[in-house]
T-cell receptor, first 111, second 112 residues
Framework: DAKTTQPTSMDCAEGRAANLPCNHS???????VYWYRQIHSQGPQYIIH???NNETNEMASLIITEDRKSSTLILPHATLRDTAVYYC????????????FGAGTQVVVTP | DAEITQSPRHKITETGRQVTLACHQT?????MFWYRQDLGHGLRLIHYSYGVQDTNKGEVSDGYSVSRSNTEDLPLTLESAASSQTSVYFCASSGVSTGEQFFGPGTRLTVL
């Protein structure tokens, strides 16, 4: 499975967009990009996923580069409740159960 | 509303005792998972099940077992608890052919 690289931490001002990068340069054609987050002491929460095209839902947008070697999760208007660890995960289509969580990015949203 | 619950939320036990952590979901999901989370290691997969009577070992399965007798439940058993199994345990479930998993609130287990 492809490995991912994320910054250890980042800060974001409340109300501004938060752009979280993820590098997955060894991703293969049948691997999806999934994003989860974990608010302190809670279980992880699914955010969004994509294969090739950009995706948007009520929580976030996912931008995947054309070569699929990197992606960016965008939280359009960060709130204090978005403070969490964000995980970028590459997942093979035939291994749905095998989420591999790395260290993620600690995002702190400040007033 | 459908949900996934774990019990107990907190447990303290002694080395050598058998411990069972419960996980119950009302999503009617085929797939269920158990993870542990430790400082410095992130979440690691212990066991998973793709349906009734199906169980599979994950990355860190030694010392743990699961059984799946119905769709809703996947209990995790520590046969003989060790201090190295002190951790936070999360259960999750998902539908078929998706990586979107729904996680429970977690169980904090301390083995003394």
């Amino acid at each position: 499975d492809a490995k991912t690289t994320q910054p250890t931490s980042m800060d974001c001002a409340e109300g501004r967009a938060a752009n979280l990068p993820c590098n997955h340069s060894t991703i293969s054609g049948n691997e999806y990009v999934y994003w989860y987050r974990q608010i302190h002491s809670q279980g992880p929460q699914y955010i969004i996923h994509g294969l090739k095209n950009n995706e948007t839902n009520e929580m976030a947008s996912l931008i995947i580069t054309e070569d699929r070697k990197s992606s960016t999760l965008i939280l359009p208007h960060a709130t204090l409740r978005d403070t969490a660890v964000y995980y970028c995960i590459v997942l093979r289509a035939d291994s749905w159960g095998k989420l591999q969580f790395g260290a993620g990015t600690q995002v702190v949203v400040t007033p | 509303d459908a949900e996934i619950t774990q019990s107990p939320r907190h447990k303290i036990t002694e080395t050598g005792r058998q411990v069972t952590l419960a996980c119950h979901q009302t999503w009617n999901h085929n797939n269920m998972f158990w993870y542990r989370q430790d400082l410095g290691h992130g979440l690691r997969l212990i066991h998973y099940s793709y349906g009734v009577q199906d169980t599979n070992k994950g990355e860190v399965s030694d010392g743990y077992s699961v059984s799946r007798s119905n769709t809703e439940d996947l209990p995790l058993t520590l046969e003989s608890a060790a201090s190295s199994q002190t951790s936070v345990y999360f259960c999750a479930s998902s539908g078929v052919s998706t990586g979107e998993q729904f996680f429970g609130p977690g169980t904090r287990l301390t083995v003394l």
